[in-house]
Protein backbone atom coordinates (compact mmCIF):
# COMPACT_ATOMS: atom_id res chain seq x y z
CA UNK A 1 0.00 0.00 0.00
CA UNK A 2 1.28 3.42 -1.26
CA UNK A 3 0.42 5.90 1.53
CA UNK A 4 2.29 9.17 -0.52
CA UNK A 5 -0.18 7.79 -3.37
CA UNK A 6 -3.20 7.53 -1.10
CA UNK A 7 -2.42 11.14 0.22
CA UNK A 8 -2.10 12.70 -3.13
CA UNK A 9 -5.10 10.92 -4.05
CA UNK A 10 -7.11 12.27 -1.14
CA UNK A 11 -5.69 15.71 -1.54
CA UNK A 12 -6.96 15.53 -5.78
CA UNK A 13 -10.43 14.50 -3.96
CA UNK A 14 -10.62 17.40 -1.75
CA UNK A 15 -9.25 20.07 -4.45
CA UNK A 16 -12.31 18.82 -6.53
CA UNK A 17 -14.52 19.66 -3.98
CA UNK A 18 -12.94 22.82 -3.84
CA UNK A 19 -12.48 22.71 0.21
CA UNK A 20 -9.41 24.12 2.36
CA UNK A 21 -7.88 21.41 5.00
CA UNK A 22 -9.94 23.52 7.61
CA UNK A 23 -13.45 22.67 5.78
CA UNK A 24 -12.82 19.07 5.42
CA UNK A 25 -11.79 18.58 8.80
CA UNK A 26 -14.86 20.41 9.81
CA UNK A 27 -17.14 17.97 7.74
CA UNK A 28 -15.35 14.88 9.26
CA UNK A 29 -15.08 16.23 12.72
CA UNK A 30 -11.26 15.86 12.89
CA UNK A 31 -8.57 17.83 13.42
CA UNK A 32 -6.65 20.42 10.25
CA UNK A 33 -3.19 18.22 12.05
CA UNK A 34 -5.20 14.80 10.89
CA UNK A 35 -6.11 15.73 7.46
CA UNK A 36 -2.89 17.06 6.68
CA UNK A 37 -0.92 14.06 7.87
CA UNK A 38 -3.14 11.70 5.39
CA UNK A 39 -3.11 14.32 2.65
CA UNK A 40 0.61 14.08 3.01
CA UNK A 41 1.00 10.12 3.42
CA UNK A 42 2.44 10.50 6.90
CA UNK A 43 -0.64 8.10 8.30
CA UNK A 44 -3.96 6.74 7.04
CA UNK A 45 -7.08 7.29 8.01
CA UNK A 46 -8.82 4.07 10.56
CA UNK A 47 -11.61 1.89 8.76
CA UNK A 48 -14.53 4.30 9.87
CA UNK A 49 -13.13 7.41 8.42
CA UNK A 50 -12.42 5.74 4.97
CA UNK A 51 -15.87 4.68 5.08
CA UNK A 52 -17.19 8.53 5.50
CA UNK A 53 -14.63 9.61 3.18
CA UNK A 54 -16.08 6.84 0.87
CA UNK A 55 -19.76 8.59 1.24
CA UNK A 56 -18.36 12.31 1.15
CA UNK A 57 -16.67 12.13 -2.50
CA UNK A 58 -18.75 8.88 -3.39
CA UNK A 59 -15.81 6.80 -4.26
CA UNK A 60 -15.41 2.91 -3.30
CA UNK A 61 -13.11 1.98 -0.25
CA UNK A 62 -11.25 -0.14 -2.76
CA UNK A 63 -10.23 3.19 -4.78
CA UNK A 64 -9.07 5.41 -1.72
CA UNK A 65 -7.17 2.33 -0.71
CA UNK A 66 -5.48 2.07 -4.49
CA UNK A 67 -5.05 5.43 -4.66
CA UNK A 68 -6.45 5.61 -7.94
CA UNK A 69 -10.24 6.02 -9.64
CA UNK A 70 -11.59 2.92 -11.43
CA UNK A 71 -11.70 3.98 -14.66
CA UNK A 72 -7.92 5.20 -14.59
CA UNK A 73 -7.35 1.44 -12.56
CA UNK A 74 -9.45 -0.35 -15.73
CA UNK A 75 -7.46 1.64 -17.85
CA UNK A 76 -4.24 0.45 -16.94
CA UNK A 77 -5.58 -3.25 -16.78
CA UNK A 78 -7.07 -2.73 -20.19
CA UNK A 79 -3.75 -1.23 -21.48
CA UNK A 80 -1.80 -4.53 -20.35
CA UNK A 81 -4.17 -6.53 -21.15
CA UNK A 82 -3.69 -5.41 -24.89
CA UNK A 83 -0.08 -5.89 -24.25
CA UNK A 84 -0.47 -9.01 -23.36
CA UNK A 85 -2.67 -10.03 -26.21
CA UNK A 86 -0.27 -8.27 -28.54
CA UNK A 87 2.38 -10.27 -26.89
CA UNK A 88 0.39 -13.81 -27.49
CA UNK A 89 -0.56 -12.96 -30.96
CA UNK A 90 3.48 -12.08 -32.02
CA UNK A 91 4.14 -15.52 -30.70
CA UNK A 92 1.45 -17.15 -32.25
CA UNK A 93 2.28 -15.63 -35.45
CA UNK A 94 5.81 -16.25 -35.11
CA UNK A 95 5.11 -20.35 -33.75
CA UNK A 96 2.64 -20.72 -37.27
CA UNK A 97 5.49 -19.47 -39.61
CA UNK A 98 7.97 -21.47 -37.73
CA UNK A 99 5.79 -24.60 -38.39
CA UNK A 100 4.79 -23.29 -41.39
CA UNK A 101 9.14 -23.51 -41.84
CA UNK A 102 9.82 -26.99 -40.41
CA UNK A 103 6.44 -28.75 -42.54
CA UNK A 104 8.50 -27.23 -46.23
CA UNK A 105 11.68 -28.10 -45.25
CA UNK A 106 10.87 -31.69 -44.34
CA UNK A 107 8.39 -31.66 -47.50
CA UNK A 108 12.20 -30.81 -49.66
CA UNK A 109 13.81 -33.27 -47.80
CA UNK A 110 11.51 -36.01 -48.61
CA UNK A 111 11.18 -34.68 -52.52
CA UNK A 112 15.49 -34.88 -52.26
CA UNK A 113 15.07 -38.54 -50.97
CA UNK A 114 12.90 -39.76 -53.18
CA UNK A 115 14.10 -38.06 -56.55
CA UNK A 116 17.73 -39.55 -55.44
CA UNK A 117 16.44 -43.15 -55.54
CA UNK A 118 14.18 -41.95 -59.15
CA UNK A 119 16.30 -40.31 -61.15
CA UNK A 120 19.98 -41.65 -59.97
CA UNK A 121 21.24 -45.29 -60.95
CA UNK A 122 21.31 -47.79 -58.06
CA UNK A 123 24.61 -48.59 -58.75
CA UNK A 124 25.96 -44.88 -58.78
CA UNK A 125 27.11 -43.73 -55.35
CA UNK A 126 25.50 -40.25 -55.90
CA UNK A 127 21.86 -41.30 -55.23
CA UNK A 128 23.26 -42.57 -51.63
CA UNK A 129 24.67 -38.92 -51.13
CA UNK A 130 21.68 -37.23 -52.16
CA UNK A 131 19.25 -40.11 -49.67
CA UNK A 132 21.53 -39.34 -46.96
CA UNK A 133 21.54 -35.43 -47.94
CA UNK A 134 18.25 -35.72 -47.34
CA UNK A 135 17.76 -37.76 -44.40
CA UNK A 136 19.63 -34.73 -42.27
CA UNK A 137 16.93 -31.95 -44.01
CA UNK A 138 14.22 -33.85 -43.12
CA UNK A 139 15.37 -34.52 -39.30
CA UNK A 140 16.32 -30.81 -39.67
CA UNK A 141 12.60 -29.93 -40.71
CA UNK A 142 11.31 -32.53 -38.08
CA UNK A 143 13.30 -30.88 -34.90
CA UNK A 144 11.52 -27.46 -36.47
CA UNK A 145 8.13 -29.05 -36.17
CA UNK A 146 8.50 -31.39 -32.97
CA UNK A 147 8.01 -29.55 -29.42
CA UNK A 148 10.93 -29.07 -27.49
CA UNK A 149 10.02 -32.03 -25.03
CA UNK A 150 9.96 -34.88 -27.84
CA UNK A 151 12.78 -33.66 -30.15
CA UNK A 152 15.34 -36.21 -29.49
CA UNK A 153 13.19 -39.04 -29.31
CA UNK A 154 11.17 -37.72 -32.63
CA UNK A 155 14.60 -37.67 -34.49
CA UNK A 156 16.51 -41.24 -32.88
CA UNK A 157 12.65 -42.83 -34.41
CA UNK A 158 13.12 -41.16 -37.74
CA UNK A 159 16.63 -41.92 -38.24
CA UNK A 160 15.93 -45.98 -36.90
CA UNK A 161 12.79 -45.42 -39.58
CA UNK A 162 15.11 -43.61 -42.15
CA UNK A 163 17.74 -46.57 -41.82
CA UNK A 164 15.19 -49.54 -41.76
CA UNK A 165 13.84 -48.17 -45.16
CA UNK A 166 17.54 -47.31 -46.79
CA UNK A 167 17.99 -51.10 -45.55
CA UNK A 168 15.18 -52.30 -46.53
CA UNK A 169 14.97 -50.63 -50.66
CA UNK A 170 18.90 -52.23 -50.39
CA UNK A 171 18.05 -55.62 -50.08
CA UNK A 172 15.24 -55.54 -52.70
CA UNK A 173 17.07 -53.65 -54.73
CA UNK A 174 19.65 -56.46 -54.55
CA UNK A 175 17.57 -59.53 -54.25
CA UNK A 176 14.99 -58.44 -56.58
CA UNK A 177 16.74 -56.77 -59.18
CA UNK A 178 20.34 -57.61 -58.70
CA UNK A 179 21.67 -54.20 -58.06
CA UNK A 180 24.81 -53.25 -56.39
CA UNK A 181 24.02 -52.41 -52.70
CA UNK A 182 23.46 -49.24 -52.30
CA UNK A 183 24.94 -48.45 -48.22
CA UNK A 184 27.71 -50.84 -49.04
CA UNK A 185 28.88 -49.33 -52.40
CA UNK A 186 28.58 -45.82 -50.87
CA UNK A 187 30.82 -46.50 -48.02
CA UNK A 188 33.31 -48.22 -50.03
CA UNK A 189 33.27 -45.38 -52.91
CA UNK A 190 34.26 -43.08 -50.19
CA UNK A 191 37.28 -45.41 -48.78
CA UNK A 192 38.54 -46.03 -52.60
CA UNK A 193 37.93 -42.79 -54.08
CA UNK A 194 34.44 -43.76 -55.99
CA UNK A 195 34.97 -46.85 -57.02
CA UNK A 196 31.78 -49.04 -57.45
CA UNK A 197 32.06 -52.96 -55.89
CA UNK A 198 29.54 -54.98 -56.89
CA UNK A 199 28.00 -56.40 -53.92
CA UNK A 200 27.90 -60.23 -53.53
Same mark, same amino acid.
Given at each position: ????K?????????????????????????????????????? =?????????? %??? /? &? !????????????????N????????????????????????????????????????? =?????????? %??? /? &? !???S??????????????????????????????????????????????????????L?????M??? %?
Amino acid at each position: MDQIKIGAFLKALRKEKHLTQEDLAEELHVSNRTISRWETGTS =LPDINMLVML %SDF /Y &A !ISIPELISGERKEKMRNQESNEMAHVMAAYSHNEIKAERRKMGGFLILIFGIFIILSA =LIIFPSESSW %SSI /Y &A !ILGSFIVLFGLCILVNKRWRVQTVVGCMFLLFILFTLSDYVAVTQFNQFDIIINLVKSLGDGIVMIPS %S
